[in-house]
């Protein structure tokens, strides 16, 4: 393995990266293949541009290609000018100096972007399940990987609300990958529970799952797994080897960097949402990150004026099933069973724990409050509690721990927990 780190806050130098990344690159069994680099979208702190520049300037020269291709998920698909930002050039570099690297977006809605690399058995499902699901499941991934000689994952590596740590092969499934394994493994994380699982050392049932589907991708792989310095757009780790490797080295720094342990319980949390996150699907994260430290009967305000949708994708679905815990989905599973896994999983995750009985009926653990540009009204029908975000004076917010209440600026990746 190829490994840079500092420990402590800090960061490394722009040229401790660029000759880490220059001596795992300069084998020259690199030379004349054809190289797909996946990189996250927008919605994840990383220095891409960095990375970009370096893996133009170690490859482009030697290789019979070098593409990109941005690991969407079901996100929306990014403009030419969001590209642009994400890697960090401007319209006239991407024409000129850049003009023979692709820059694809994962086109997840489009049924041509996929084959099947096969299937993993219900047997093998509820083997790396625990027994939670008995299904089998289409290992559906897009079909570029199989198009080149080497797939390169360059992303960061963050505690993760379904998988423990984000990153690694997490850029396969479910970054370039089909419903069937999206919808799986999302709701193998719900079963398990968003608050159980986030942040959890080591590999997760979910993370199995994730490593079972990638290891059927015939293509070669190498990841570059990034740490990103809090409050920083900076590393403060590189870790570049076969992913789970990678991975596995770079979610123990990110354990160190991004948990935050606090002494008590809060009774209200307010999570300040960047501008990143452009909906509640992706802005959720201000819930998930901040569950553990809220005490029971507390609330959680996602603050984030900017954002009018639920989800520019799964807002149809959303509007029908509306927000709940995990049980009222279970018990009630013939009128729930038809829906994405993935997106019932989503509702668990940000309604958080609790219970449901058809005499009490649900009862979550904390509330869940909306300020955002979402209306009263859709706010109620989605079973979420709304407050105007005018109200919200974020200066008055500030400093008053001792109250029981906590301000986080940036919310959605430093996890906090209990001591």
């Known amino acids: 393995m190829h490994s840079l780190a500092v420990t402590n806050n800090g960061t490394l130098a722009k040229e401790e990266v660029s000759l880490l990344v220059h001596q795992a690159l300069a084998n020259p069994q690199f030379d004349g293949q054809r190289i797909l680099v996946l990189i996250p979208d927008g919605t994840r702190t990383a220095p891409i541009p960095q990375m970009f520049r370096l893996l133009y300037q170690e490859l482009s020269h030697r290789v019979a290609a070098l593409d990109f291709l941005i690991a969407l998920g079901t996100h929306n698909p990014m403009s030419e000018e969001q590209i642009n930002r994400l890697v960090g050039v401007t319209a006239e570099e991407r024409k000129t100096t850049f003009k023979k690297i692709n820059i694809f977006?994962?086109?997840w809605h489009l049924p041509e972007t996929f084959?099947?690399?096969?299937?993993?058995?219900?047997?093998?499902?509820?083997?790396?399940?625990?027994?939670?699901?008995?299904?089998e499941v289409d290992v559906r991934v897009n079909k570029l990987v199989v198009e080149y000689d080497l797939i390169i994952i360059c992303g960061p590596v963050f505690p993760h609300e379904v998988v423990g740590f984000s990153g690694g092969n997490k850029y396969f499934f479910p970054g370039i990958s089909g419903q069937?394994?999206?919808n799986l493994s999302h709701w193998l994380g719900a079963l398990i529970t968003c608050y159980e699982i986030i942040g959890t050392p080591g590999v997760t049932p979910v993370r199995r799952l994730i490593n079972r589907a990638a290891s059927m991708i015939p293509t070669r792989k190498l990841c570059l797994a990034m740490v990103v310095a809090p409050k920083t757009n900076q590393l403060a780790g590189l870790y570049i080897d076969k992913p789970d490797l990678a991975w596995e080295?770079?979610?123990k720094l990110s354990a160190k960097l991004h948990i935050k342990y606090v002494d008590k319980p809060f009774k209200q949390v307010l999570s300040v949402m960047p501008e990143m996150y452009d909906d509640i699907w992706t802005a959720a994260k201000g819930m998930y990150k901040l569950e553990p430290v809220v005490a029971d009967g507390g609330e959680v305000i996602i603050y984030a004026p900017h954002i009018t949708e639920f989800s520019y994708t799964h807002g149809r679905v959303l509007a029908e099933i509306g927000y709940h815990v995990r049980d009222y989905f279970l018990k009630q599973w013939d009128k729930f069973q038809e829906y994405p896994a993935g997106v019932l999983a989503h509702s668990t995750h940000l309604k958080g724990m609790g219970t449901f009985d058809f005499l009490e009926g649900e009862k979550p653990r904390i509330r869940v409050t909306l300020a955002t540009g979402i209306s009263p009204e859709r706010c109620a029908a989605h079973n979420l509690s709304y407050r105007d975000p005018a109200t919200i004076e974020l200066t008055q917010w500030s400093h008053r721990e001792h109250e029981g209440i906590l301000l986080v600026p940036k919310a959605g990746e430093i996890l906090y927990r209990l001591k």
Not at 116 to 121: A, D, K, N, R
């Open 115 to 135: 084959i099947s690399c096969g299937v993993i058995s219900a047997a093998e499902i509820a083997e790396i399940s625990n027994g939670m699901l008995h299904q």
């Open 105 to 107: 977006n994962h086109l």
């Open 249 to 251: 080295a770079a979610a």
């Open 180 to 182: 069937e394994v999206i």
